[in-house]
């Protein structure tokens, strides 16, 4: 039996890895840990508010002995459109979209480093019992701060990984 085939498709996969010698993860930097977790999050009042800042302090693994580095003020817009009306014109399925707009400052200076918006857009059954409605929207609510959360802890990950610079006044 020969071991060729088989040796030569371990030296290929081996090969084909091997062009990957550039490749570094996003938090292989100790600076973007560091920076992210040097953020103070301002986010609006409200439910949804304080939802989506507390997903971003456990994304950005806040350092609460810490003075920030940076602040983010946030801006929610949150709309809710019934999808699946029954014949009675009841909706049985409704669709949240959830909008944060940002702003990350420097907190020395107080010059806008970065800015962005990110969308989220989910679905969630509706209950004809109130109770079961009201958890529906709420876990739909808690969903999407969390997705926001996590698309902009991606973006300020890769702009401080692409080593970002502070904007000046």
Known sequence: MSRTPALAAVVAAALALGGCA???PLYGEAAVV???AAIQVNA???RTGYLIRQHLDDA?????SAAPAYTMDLRLGEARYPRGVRIDNVATRYEYILTASYALRATATGAVAKQGAVRVELTYDSADQ???SISAQQDAQDRAAEEAARRIEQELAVWLANGAQVARR
């Open 22 to 24: 550039g490749f570094q």
């Open 34 to 36: 560091k920076n992210l």
């Open 44 to 46: 609006p009042s409200g």
């Open 60 to 64: 950005f693994a806040k350092d609460h």
């Open 130 to 132: 109130p109770y079961a």
